[in-house]
């Protein structure tokens, strides 16, 4: 019966018993270990475990454990989590209504709170629905009407210029911060510290939205709604435009879901509690996800014969030509993923440094050294040592899940598209000929052994997706 975002233990006194639980999805982090003596324990940061377990791991979202039974057993059994192809049709107002709900919901607050706005579908509507309730909302008493939004990119970054548009339609205070290409690479130790990972992409977006919560708690926000979980539940990522059909695109919503706690869900809450700021995602209602996994998934599937583009159920269910949610073009903008949004050269940069610090020599002997995991690029390879300084336990490299990926897929997307597997990147940017500033290798620009296109050899094809 408990709605929300939580992790905890909850001891009985009587009998010295005790339960521990995780909520739904896995928002909010928490580990279990094992010591040696026999002693189970919990925190919702693996450093906290790294000392006095033997052995510890991920607590299982949507799980509870007991005591009595010593045994983890599932909780959270929606409808979707089978994976079985749902037929419910498409009634744009019920999903619009789901999501105004679970918008206002998380307006229940009694601290100075904003939104997280990078200008993209997700935390636009967010935003828009968050400043329609504002004035209703018993915060709007203490706080004002106004609602308060926050973006962080490189200079002339794409999502700066798109999150500035979205502040004055709604008419939100908007604060706009900028990092460098050099402090993000000072932030790296810090940010994986923190976040306790070494995937690639999770640590390419969790490093401008560390240095942004630090610059959003400098202000006293305490609480910010952000965008999360929108692109698993609908197919948004660009690399779904592939999917060969409505059975395959399913699973791979139910999988990306199901894995959220290891990457979206872990950067949002750790990038932004390393400061003490609370994230909330309204996309991750669990009344939200029921509705929107319910729906059959022939309508999420990417149609340019039909003027369908990715996340089009969601854009049409904002599409009010009475009252607007958004302007057009930004309802209808494509899937930026975060780390490309805050600037290209963001990602190159990552790459760069990365190539400076790490030989081909030690590339190539990489199997040895981690042979669990073993990463294939020059910037996992960098990570990787970076992390396993600060956790080098056997235990916290298996924590972080790997195996091949494009664009954010699960390894078993990656078949749908030959290519793929020649450009396996996480950046958006990587679903070639989907995103309209896809990688173009050159002639000359053979795969380094970094795994990626040489980045002095790219150059940035500007084809627009037929629709």
């Known amino acids: 019966m408990l709605d929300g975002m939580f992790s905890f233990v909850l001891l009985d006194t009587r009998d010295k018993s005790f339960i521990a639980a995780r909520d739904a999805i896995g928002i909010t982090p928490l580990y279990i270990g094992w010591g040696l003596d026999g002693s189970v324990w919990f925190a919702s940061e693996m450093k906290a475990l ?29 409808p ?5 192809i749902p037929s419910a049709p498409y009634d744009s107002l019920v999903l619009r209504k789901a999501f105004e709900k679970a918008v206002v919901k998380r307006l229940m607050t009694d601290v100075p709170f904003g939104v997280l706005l990078s200008g993209g579908l997700d935390s636009s509507l967010v935003a828009s629905v968050a400043s329609r309730y504002m004035k209703d ?23 700066l ?24 690479l000072d932030a ?17 977006a969790s490093t401008p939205m560390f240095l942004m919560s630090r610059k959003i708690k400098s202000l006293g926000v305490k609480m910010v709604l952000s965008g999360e979980g929108s692109d698993e539940i609908f197919g948004g990522y660009l690399y779904f435009h592939k999917a060969p059909n409505k059975e395959e695109l ?95 050269s963001w990602i190159d940069g990552l790459k760069d440094h990365a190539n400076q610090q790490v030989t081909d020599a030690m590339l190539a002997n990489a199997s040895f050294v981690y042979p669990e995991n073993t990463p294939t690029t020059k910037e996992g390879y960098y990570y990787r040592t970076i992390f396993e300084r600060f956790f080098p336990k056997n235990a916290a490299r298996s924590t972080v899940p790997g195996g091949p990926s494009v664009a954010c897929s699960t390894a078993k ?17 990587a679903a070639l000929g989907v995103h309209v500033a896809a990688y173009e290798e050159t002639k000359e620009a053979k795969d ?20």
């Open 137 to 159: 909302s018993e915060a709007a008493c203490q706080w004002g009407t106004q609602l308060h939004t926050f973006c962080i990119g490189l200079k002339g970054s794409p999502d």
């Open 161 to 184: 210029k798109a999150a500035r548009e979205v502040a004055d339609y709604l008419g939100t205070r908007h604060h706009e911060f900028y990092f460098t290409v050099q402090e993000g």
């Open 448 to 467: 380094d052994s970094s795994g990626y296109a040489c980045p002095q050899k790219v150059q940035l094809e500007k084809n627009v997706v037929t629709v």
């Open 250 to 344: 399913h699973q791979e919503t139910c999988s990306k879901i199901k894995a959220l706690h290891l990457y979206d869900c872990l950067r949002a809450n750790k990038s932004t509690s390393a400061w003490g700021v609370e994230a909330r995602v309204p996309f991750l209602d669990k009344e939200f996800i029921n509705v929107a996994m319910s729906i059959d998934p022939e309508w999420k599937m990417i149609r340019p014969d039909l003027g369908r583009i990715e996340k089009w159920i969601l854009r049409n269910a904002f599409d009010d030509e009475h009252n607007p949610y958004l302007p057009k073009h930004i309802l209808y903008r494509q899937k930026e993923q975060f780390s490309d949004g805050v600037g290209y």
């Open 80 to 84: 979707w989590y089978s994976e079985h």
């Open 413 to 429: 997307a990656v078949e749908w598209d030959a290519a793929w597997s020649n450009n396996l990147d996480p950046s958006g940017r």
């Open 50 to 78: 790294s000392d006095d377990c033997e052995r510890f791991m991920s607590f299982l979202p949507g799980h509870i454990y007991s005591s009595k039974t010593g045994e983890l057993r599932r909780w959270y059994n929606p």
């Open 188 to 204: 790296l130790e810090e940010v994986i510290y923190h976040i306790e990972t070494y995937d690639v992409t999770t640590i390419r």
